[in-house]
């Protein structure tokens, strides 16, 4: 990692304090991603399975292999060596994602 792309980086999303504030030479790049379950594609899996006698293991093999889940948004954040232990709520540390899943909501109501 590059001088620019570190001071990019260098503050901890937890406690919004430099990373090198921690005292500790290391810190963590953390990538959160949100997915969407494809419910039409669940169900059609599940409809070969139960046609298949009730062998899911069958159906993943005879199905068409697509996707079940699509990336909804996703976003990297940086903690600090003093706040990687501490738990917190993941929605929270993916606001700063909010247009992203703003967009992609607008694109799913205005679908047909
Ligand atoms: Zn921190």
Redesign the pocket.
Known sequence: MKEEELRGIAT??????K?G??GVPMFWRVKLERYMLNIDALKRQQGLGMMLGGHGALAMVMGVNEDMAEAFSSVEIT??E???TESTCIAALAEDDETEFTSKVKSLSEAP
Not at 12 to 17: A, D, N, Q, T, V
Request: hydrophobic share 30%; glycine share 8%.
């Open positions: 901890c999303k937890l406690c919004g304090e990373i504030k921690a903690v600090c003093t706040c990687c």
